[in-house]
């Protein structure tokens, strides 16, 4: 039988609730998800790629040892081309989370890229959940910047992180 190796690729800043609830999700769908934290320092992140790390693994790990999410899933980070961070991790599944129909187009483009780029890559697109549709890291970072409430946008490990960071 073939062993299922799939990557949930993303920026992840920050990780929002529709992030983990997509994480949570694939981890059932493959034998081994790795949760690929992107370095892009062309978006401009707010957290660093190793404070990134540091919060989704906290996150998960919290959800394995509450039995919410199996053990099955890792954390690594990657600055280079997915298909090749893919390669490198013997990964043949990219997971994709869709909020609204505007997101497909882009995805759609990218995964027929990276189809091209990689012909054993599969991409599987998860609707993200219907409460969270709207909701963004661009959003949660606005959001925070002007001090508002964002407990319902991310974990409680993410809102504490973001609120340090930004000072309000």
Request: proline share 4%; hydrophobic share 45%; aromatic share 8%.
């Amino acid at each position: 039988m073939a062993h299922h190796v799939a990557i949930y690729p993303g920026t992840f800043d920050p990780l929002t609730l529709g992030h983990h609830d997509i994480m949570r999700r694939a981890a059932r769908i493959c034998d081994h998800l790795i949760v690929g934290v992107a370095e892009n320092v062309g978006k401009n992140p707010l957290f660093s790629v190793s404070e990134r790390f540091d919060i989704v693994s906290q996150v998960i790990d919290k959800d394995i040892q509450n039995g919410d999410m199996p053990d099955h899933v890792t954390v690594k980070t990657f600055n280079n081309l997915l298909t090749d961070f893919a390669r490198a991790e013997q990964a043949s599944i990219l997971i994709r989370g869709l909020r609204a129909v505007s997101d497909f187009e882009y995805e759609f483009q990218m995964a027929s890229a990276n189809k091209r780029l990689n012909a054993d890559i599969e991409t599987i697109f998860l609707m993200a959940p219907e409460q969270q549709h709207f909701v963004a890291s661009r959003l949660v970072k606005e959001v925070a910047a002007y001090g508002g409430d964002i407990s319902s946008f991310v974990c409680p490990e993410v809102a504490e992180a973001v609120k340090a960071k930004i000072g309000k």
